[in-house]
């Protein structure tokens, strides 16, 4: 009976580690671009409360940046290798600068200057310690 209940724990305990990995090993499953342009929607609405006109505007320049984005990425990886960080962020720089320029059309240069020192930076991913 004890044999039994061990490894009952065993499989449960291997099942729990394997849930906690991401399904499988790990596995990280990348947002939709609406999902993406969703969170910058509710963090520029709550840190500006613009006018809808203006949220649509943002709404329209983050959708191009990040299907932008995922076009330069999907080529870059399309030969089945990581591509090289340094080729990636020249390819994504005039994608970025785009946005950018867009930004600074709709929002008030304050505005910009609180996107870029505060809302952006944390934006972008944490990664934890490699193992």
Do not use: N
Not at 46 to 74: G, I
Not at 87 to 95: A, G, Q, S, Y
Not at 108 to 128: A, L
């Amino acid at each position: 009976m004890k044999k039994l209940f061990l490894v009952a724990c065993l499989i449960i305990a291997g099942f729990t580690i394997t849930y906690a990995q991401g399904q499988g090993g790990g596995g990280f499953q990348r947002r939709t671009v609406e999902e993406r342009v969703k969170i910058i929607h509710d963090k520029m609405d709550s840190a500006f409360k613009p006018s809808a006109d203006k949220l649509k505007e943002v709404d329209e320049a983050f959708t191009a940046f990040y299907k932008a984005q995922d076009k330069v990425r999907e080529e870059l990886m399309s030969g089945g290798e990581r591509p090289d960080p340094q080729v990636m962020r020249e390819k994504l720089t005039p994608i970025t600068t785009e946005r950018d320029d867009k930004l600074k059309k709709i929002l008030t240069e304050d505005q910009y200057k609180k996107w870029k020192d505060e809302i952006e930076p944390s934006m972008r991913p944490q990664r934890g310690p490699r193992q």
